[in-house]
Nanobody, 125 residues
Framework: QVQLVESGGGLVQPGGSLRLACVVSGASLDRYPIGWFRQAPGREREGVSCISTRDGIKYYEDSVKGRATISRDNSKNTVYLQINSLKPEDTADYYC??????????????????WGQGTQITVSS
């Protein structure tokens, strides 16, 4: 059984930074791509970033490009998402997920089979 557990969210002032962590159990990171998603109140879940299995190719949603960095530590089975220069519009629940199959990062959330419980980021002064 694949399980994902997020941590690292919190309350931060605009312009601040946070690093989210996603600990994966039941699977190794060199087999499954890991994506980060977020969902703000009243909005649909959207993809933020993803790191694929093949060559560790990284993807970023336009609103976080230049501010976010996704990385993985295979020895800890953990994927990180660092977001800098946080904005109020980054406020959301953040989730990590995996499609549970080898390959590139799917775009649609519906193609991800396993999800963590989420961690909340609130950006406010």
């Amino acid at each position: 059984q694949v399980q994902l557990v997020e941590s690292g969210g919190g309350l931060v002032q605009p312009g601040g930074s946070l690093r989210l962590a996603c600990v994966v159990s039941g699977a190794s990171l060199d087999r499954y791509p890991i994506g980060w998603f977020r969902q703000a109140p009243g909005r649909e879940r959207e993809g933020v970033s993803c790191i694929s299995t093949r060559d560790g190719i990284k993807y970023y949603e336009d609103s976080v490009k230049g501010r976010a960095t996704i990385s993985r530590d295979n020895s800890k089975n953990t994927v990180y998402l660092q977001i800098n220069s946080l904005k109020p519009e980054d406020t959301a629940d953040y989730y990590c997920a995996t499609p549970g199959m080898y390959g590139a990062c799917p775009i649609e959330p519906s193609n991800y089979k396993y999800w963590g419980q989420g961690t909340q980021i609130t950006v406010s002064s």
